[in-house]
């Protein structure tokens, strides 16, 4: 079974960057999408974008394209998020999380959702 | 981005009590639509994905329907364990989108 284990907690400076990993462990990584999520203080979930480690693709949300860059290490199974130009409406936990797809025997689709979550990781961005 | 919108975005309610959230999306999404649990401190925990499928391990009281816009996640008998916010999330297009959430309080 797959295992995500996020870094610890950071305080950044307004206008600086955090770089959040996502290691990964008891899986294939090369074979897995992986997701960044965040939620502010009090606040819903927030999709940010997406890796697929065997290709180095990458979608981002448009609310953060130009601002978040989502890496992976193969060589260590690790995938990272950094996010750049911080404010203080970037304070949130950042959750990594990966994407799972469910196929008909037909080979059609069923489903894809979030399935292994990462612990989180709290960001607070202050002066 | 395809935009969901839940409803209501609170509700209470009592143990044993069935109770309903509805999720529309900003256009046609097929079945692409799971359902999530999250509780104050702890990452979201996937309940139904495919609009109605359950995931392995979620206790039958869950259910999902809906298909194309409207979606409704319903339980049925709460348990106190239920009282959580949940989230709908579209999987239809690779850009993911979240519902705003509904807070399930003890009445």
């Known amino acids: 079974q797959v295992q995500l284990v996020q870094s610890g907690a950071e305080v950044k400076k307004p206008g600086s960057s955090v770089k959040v990993s996502c290691k990964a462990s008891?899986?294939?990584?090369?074979?897995?999408?992986i997701s960044w999520v965040r939620q502010a203080p009090g606040q819903g979930l927030e999709w940010m974008g997406r890796i697929i480690p065997m290709d180095d693709i990458t979608n981002y949300a448009q609310k953060f394209q130009g601002r978040v860059t989502i890496t992976a290490d193969k060589s260590t199974t690790t995938a990272y998020m950094e996010l750049s130009s911080l404010t203080s409406e970037d304070t949130a936990v950042y959750y990594c999380?990966?994407?799972?797809?469910?196929?008909?025997?037909?080979?059609?689709?069923?489903?894809?959702?979030?399935?292994?979550w990462g612990q989180g990781t709290m960001v607070t961005v202050s002066s | 981005d395809i935009q969901m919108t839940q409803s209501p975005s609170s509700l209470s309610a009592s143990v044993g009590d069935r109770v309903t959230i509805t999720c529309r999306a900003g256009q046609s999404i097929s079945n692409s639509l799971n359902w999530y649990q999250q509780t104050p401190g702890k990452a979201p925990k996937l309940l139904i994905f495919?609009?109605?499928s359950l995931q392995s391990g979620v206790p039958s009281r869950f259910s999902g329907s809906g298909s194309g816009t409207d979606f409704t996640l319903t339980i049925s008998g709460l348990q106190p364990e239920d009282f959580a916010t949940y989230y709908c999330?579209?999987?239809?297009?690779?850009?993911?989108?979240f519902g705003q959430g509904t807070k399930l309080e003890i009445k």
């Open positions: 999330q579209q999987s239809y297009s690779f850009m993911y989108s």
């Open positions: 495919a609009a109605s």
């Open positions: 008891g899986g294939t990584f090369s074979s897995y999408t």
């Open positions: 999380a990966t994407i799972k797809t469910i196929f008909y025997r037909t080979g059609d689709r069923l489903g894809e959702f979030l399935d292994i």
